[in-house]
């Protein structure tokens, strides 16, 4: 009996040459630190305020994201744009809503809020989405496992039809 666990997942067919990976080890918050907030810091004065603080990775929450982005693209790409120009590297915390272990319409929704977050990560040119893919509750562990592959493998589909390429 075929070990899934031990298998080799083909998502697309990715690929490690090439792959963006950090230069060195670097820092950062999750979320806008509370004294930018107070200092009364727009999102894309977070970069060079990072910088000043010695730190080079922010982490932008998404996490109550529905099915479009909750930013607007221009301020998307102006984060993107002050990150490079300080150095820092963005990544994206998809939305908290996802569980690709759930029921069908559970599991559609949850493809559209990461493609929402995916299609975010790339105006702000973030190197990476993180999320929870889900819980498996009472089902079993390989048909859990098998749901939340699938719903990812239409996932890659959909943003490469979009034209996403810049997002791990």
């Known amino acids: 009996m ?9 998502i697309g067919k990715a690929e490690v040459k ?7 080890t670097r820092f950062g918050p999750a979320g806008v630190p509370p004294a930018f907030r107070a200092m009364k810091a727009g999102l894309a004065d977070v970069p060079r305020l990072l910088r000043e603080e010695g ?3 922010f982490e932008y929450q998404a996490v109550r994201w529905g099915a479009k982005p909750q930013i607007k693209r221009e301020d998307a790409e102006k984060l993107g744009l002050k990150a490079k120009e300080n150095d820092v590297w963005i990544s ?5 809503f ?9 599991i ?19 190197y990476v989405v993180v999320f929870h893919s889900g819980f498996y509750g009472k089902r079993p562990q390989k ?10 493998k239409e996932v890659v589909q959909v943003i490469r039809a979009l ?5 791990k």
């Open 143 to 152: 048909e859990a496992f098998t749901n939340c592959l699938e719903a990812l």
């Open 92 to 96: 994206l915390h998809g939305s908290y």
């Open 55 to 57: 730190l080079d990775a």
């Open 108 to 126: 559609e929704a949850s493809k559209q809020r990461l493609i929402a977050c995916i299609t975010a990560a790339e105006w702000m040119k973030a």
């Open 2 to 10: 075929e070990n899934i666990y031990e298998k080799v997942i083909d």
């Open 163 to 167: 034209g996403i390429k810049n997002v």
């Open 18 to 24: 090439g792959t963006l990976m950090a230069d060195r």
């Open 98 to 106: 996802i569980n690709f272990c759930g029921e069908k319409d559970v």
